[in-house]
């Protein structure tokens, strides 16, 4: 089955409203015209709103970059998965080594942060990456795999068919200007495909992401590799000129 190329943007704490609609205004007319390819915004809880209005009709998608799981509950600070639809959103982030790294987020919260976006028809992008010191002692492919079967526990063929879309970020090339090597990359997310197939999962139709210092420069080369069906850029999806620049590989 083809898998759609999905071209995702990670605005992280970055923008306003405001700012998020000048972007879009700016980068609409930029992408127009590539027919065949997904495009998606991640950006800040506040400016989804506003985001999804200057979108409306565009085709590119409005994210959240992170949920809680309950539907509504004291939990102070926090968004659903109902809310970020009912502002406009149409996928979420999931588990993005950020939220593990800093917020504590586990593989047990992400997959029942991934069972909410679903539940509230939301296309979720959930994370899996090593850092370096996993890399560098030979543990990569045991932290993904551990990763994406505590991540996905629970998720049915049906779903992952549905709203489910990966992404392999390897931390340290998250903002360092580090690319894994193409090679690195695709071998990294043939295995990923592999593990998919072995929980049951289609893996054939799920896109795997890369993400961790896209560039412009980049982009086409990683995308030429059999394994990876998208990318997920951070630093250069903030520049409308640089994010058209990566949509248009
Ligand atoms: P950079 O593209 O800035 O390295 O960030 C990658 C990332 O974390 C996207 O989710």
Known sequence: MPRTPFLAGNWKMFKTGQQAVDFIREVVPLVAGRAGREVALAVPATALFQA?????????AI???NLH????????????????????????IVGHSERRQLFGDTDEWVSRKLAAALGADLLAVVCVGETLAQ????????????????SLAGLSATAAGKGLVMAYEPVWAIGTGKTATKEEA??????????????????????????GSVKPDNAAALMAQPDIDGL????ASLKAD???????F
């Open 52 to 60: 999804a209005e200057a979108a409306r009709g565009s085709g590119i």
């Open 63 to 65: 994210g959240a970059q």
């Open 69 to 92: 799981w309950e539907r509504e509950g004291a939990f102070t600070g926090e968004i659903s998965a109902a809310m970020a639809a009912a502002a406009g959103a149409s996928l979420a």
């Open 135 to 150: 890399r560098e002692a030979g543990r990569t492919l045991e932290v993904l795999s551990a990763q994406l079967r505590g």
């Open 186 to 211: 695709q071998e990294t997310q043939a295995f990923i495909r592999r593990e998919l197939s072995a929980m049951g999962l289609p893996a054939e139709s799920i896109r795997i992401l890369y993400g």
């Open 232 to 235: 997920l850029v951070g630093g």
């Open 242 to 248: 640089s994010f058209a620049a990566i949509v248009n």
